[in-house]
């Protein structure tokens, strides 16, 4: 089934301890990305990556990092987490060949920084 | 930079009631369009897509979207709603200088049986 998966579903930290969020996807698409989700503001996008060892900022990168070694994963990493990135978090990616650059979504990373 | 208004923040409609939810976008040139929807507790799953040709696309479950480049509009419509349509929607706008999608702030729906 082609999917794309995210780990944890949810988490809990506390401030300055660093984290990863993985995503991984099935379907060797080229693009992948990540969102952050707040009430009232839709989704954002903090980084994205094109293709392996490509990866550039969206608009909300601060107090992220992302790596892209390997096709079908990409990490999110908060080195030292705040509680202002408490949000839920999403994971997309999408074929560099779709026509209309369809994304595919996780299921999403609730994320709370005490 | 592209922005992507949706003004109904929440829309509360009986089983039945027709619904349409409005979506503005600021980008003047050539756009991809997309409705995503988010049911409770679940991820965003593509509603439809305006690509190009015929402006009016249908989507699933009975969904469609008008997309009208005048009024740099896309609005989704169903002519009948359902208890399961409570969920929440959002607009996206892809322009050809971007990768990424420009999502508006959603708008919550409720449908009450």
């Known amino acids: 089934e082609a999917q794309v998966t995210q780990n944890p579903r949810y988490l809990i930290t506390v401030t300055g301890k660093k984290l990863t969020v993985t995503c991984s996807q099935n379907?060797?698409?080229?693009?992948m990305s990540w969102y952050r989700q707040d009430p009232g503001l839709g989704l954002r996008q903090i980084y994205y990556?094109?293709?392996?060892?490509?990866?550039d900022k969206g608009d909300v990168p601060e107090g992220y990092k992302v790596s892209r070694k390997e096709k079908r994963n990409f990490p999110l990493i908060l080195e030292s987490p705040s509680p202002n990135q408490t949000s839920l978090y999403f994971c997309?990616?999408?074929?560099?060949?779709?026509?209309?650059?369809?994304?595919?979504f996780g299921p999403g990373t609730r994320l709370t920084v005490t | 930079a592209q922005s992507v208004s949706q003004h109904n923040h929440h829309v509360i409609l009986s089983e039945a009631a027709s619904l349409e939810l409005g979506c503005n976008y600021s980008y003047g040139g050539t756009v991809n369009l997309f409705w995503y929807v988010q049911y409770p507790g679940q991820h965003l799953q593509l509603l439809l897509k305006?690509?190009?040709?015929?402006?009016l696309v249908k989507g699933i479950k009975g969904f469609e979207a008008e997309f009208i480049k005048s009024k740099f509009s896309f609005n989704l419509r169903k002519p009948s709603v359902q208890w399961s349509d409570t969920a929440e929607y959002f607009c996206a706008v892809k322009d050809t200088g971007r990768r990424a999608l420009t999502f508006g702030s959603g708008t919550r729906l409720q449908v009450q049986p």
């Open positions: 379907m060797n698409h080229e693009y």
């Open positions: 305006y690509f190009s040709g015929d402006p």
């Open positions: 997309a990616s999408s074929s560099r060949d779709s026509v209309s650059y369809e994304q595919y």
């Open positions: 990556s094109m293709n392996v060892e490509v990866t």
